[in-house]
């Protein structure tokens, strides 16, 4: 590890000088991204389309989970060095480049540094041969997220354009403008990063300079969307009606649409992808996938960590959720048991099929979980305890110090998020791209006896793990930089 900086003799200067050496990174990163849909990142955070005091607050997050400083003034001519190369589509972690540069240089120059260890970028092809059309089928709370990632996410144009979005027709007249309302201001998730233009004339938004339709319809046979200039499109029903082959396989009978993914738990023999776990059995062949839920989705990737590095014998997961839309504001009837009570008043015990469905992405646990849940009035942001019996005895430095190297340094990194503060709560994690954040403060251990503690973000969080699903459904598959040691 590298020392740690010294302090500076004037705060304010050292402030302002790397103040403006952010600034000076932001065209840098934007013009990677635009032209060459290179994703800069810091340690996981994304550095695309930042403001100055977004990225320096990513600079200090190392020092948080690195136990070592890294500033400005060691990235920049890190990034620098990253312009001048002619790269194909890659992600490459600032953050953790510089760090390797600085640990162990090998005599070169940063510039050569570099150019060696993005060798294999260099040069590389697009990742698609043209652009995969994509259209959301439900505008909720995940249809608006999975909106505002892809548009977020478009670059130069070349990868995912979402071209259209399939709704019911609303009671009022302009339609149109309230959704328009809905994906511009969000009570949880804030505002809007960009521009949003309403074309009533061809039903259409412009974001960000992305045109997309949108489609009425009452069910998924009633649209052709060739008619609107969209060909060979996967489909991402986030409505939650249909979770079964054939309710889902309606979708395939629309002109125009070719795959279908799920963004809830699947039944059936559908594929339940939980990605950096199994999305390695994604097929090209396969039309209709799952991604899981966003309970899953946090719990599947520390599971696969603790297998991993200790080993489960047993154990039970409990989720703390927040509410969710299918519950009532107030008392009022509900099929579900308890969910008919209002949401933002109580706690309400229910079931979780998470830890049955751990079982569809990793086989071995199977029959080896049980599951609950409790409701709590929270609009967004959940936890997952899960207490586990482990394969062989550890401590809690133990454990913890491997789940920080497993979210700082594996396969893993972008699914599992660290943090040490013994301060953080459940509204610091709104926002989080991570399926879940090990809470390392809360870990408690008792020779094989585990409990884990992790927040996720089951709205934004979940989003990044379907859009991540549906980048490899169209076979995008971004290398990262710098490879593992």
Not at 274 to 296: F, H, M, W
Not at 328 to 348: F, P, S
Not at 453 to 465: A, H, L, R, V
Request: a neutral charge.
């Amino acid at each position: 590890m590298t020392q740690k900086r010294p302090k500076p003799a004037d705060f304010f200067k050292d402030w302002k000088e790397r103040e403006a050496l952010a600034e000076s990174m932001i065209p840098m990163i934007g013009k990677l991204n635009r032209e060459r849909n290179v994703g800069v990142y810091m340690y996981g955070r994304n550095l695309v389309n930042r403001s100055v005091l977004s990225i320096m607050k990513a600079h200090r997050f190392v020092r948080q989970v690195e136990e070592n400083e890294l500033s400005e003034w060691e990235t920049y001519p890190v990034l620098e060095a990253i312009g001048k190369l002619d790269l194909g589509p890659v992600h490459i972690d600032l953050g953790t480049l510089t760090n390797k540069y600085m640990r162990h240089d090998r005599g070169l120059s940063v510039d050569e540094f570099v150019e060696q260890e993005l060798a294999e970028a260099v040069g590389a092809g697009k990742p698609l041969p043209e652009s995969k059309d994509v259209v959301i089928y439900g505008f909720g709370r995940i249809g608006r997220l999975v909106a505002r990632l892809l548009i977020e996410k478009a670059g130069s144009g070349d990868v995912l354009r979402l071209r259209a979005i399939v709704l019911r027709k609303g009671n009022a007249d302009n339609d149109l403008v309230k959704r328009a309302s809905l994906l511009r201001r969000d009570s949880v998730h804030g505002a809007f990063k960009g521009t949003i233009r309403v074309d009533e004339e061809t039903s259409s938004l412009i974001c960000n300079g992305n045109e997309i339709r949108f489609i009425y319809a009452n069910s998924p046979q009633e649209v052709d969307y060739t008619r609107y200039g969209i060909h060979d499109a996967i489909v991402v029903d986030s409505t939650g009606v249909w979770r079964d082959e054939e309710g889902l396989g309606q979708h395939l009978e629309s002109k125009g649409a070719s795959k279908v993914l799920l963004t809830a738990p699947g039944k059936g023999d559908i594929k339940n992808i939980v990605y950096g776990i199994n999305n390695g059995d994604i097929e090209p062949e396969d039309r209709v996938l799952s991604a899981a839920s966003c309970t899953t989705n946090a719990i599947v990737p520390v599971l696969k960590a603790m297998m991993d590095g200790f080993g489960v014998e047993h154990g039970h997961v409990e989720t703390v959720h927040s509410y969710t839309n299918d519950q009532n504001l107030i008392d009022n009837y509900h099929k579900g048991e308890r969910r008919g009570r209002a949401a933002a008043l109580n706690m309400v015990l229910t079931e979780t099929g998470a830890a049955k469905a751990v079982a569809k992405a990793l086989p071995e646990l199977k029959g080896k979980l049980t599951g609950n849940a409790i409701r709590v009035p929270t609009p967004n942001v959940s936890m997952a305890i899960l207490n586990l019996n482990l394969g062989r005895e550890t401590t809690k430095e133990e454990l913890n110090q491997y789940m920080r190297e497993v979210a700082l340094h594996s396969p893993l990194r972008q699914q599992i998020d660290y943090t040490n503060s013994p301060e953080v709560v459940s509204s610091d994690f709104v926002g989080s791209r991570r399926a879940c954040v090990f809470d390392s403060i809360a870990t408690i251990v008792d020779g094989k006896n585990a409990v884990l503690y992790c927040w996720y973000d089951n709205e934004f969080g979940y989003s990044c793990q379907v859009v991540r699903c549906l980048e490899d459904m169209a076979g995008v598959r971004y290398k990262l930089f710098p490879k593992q040691d």
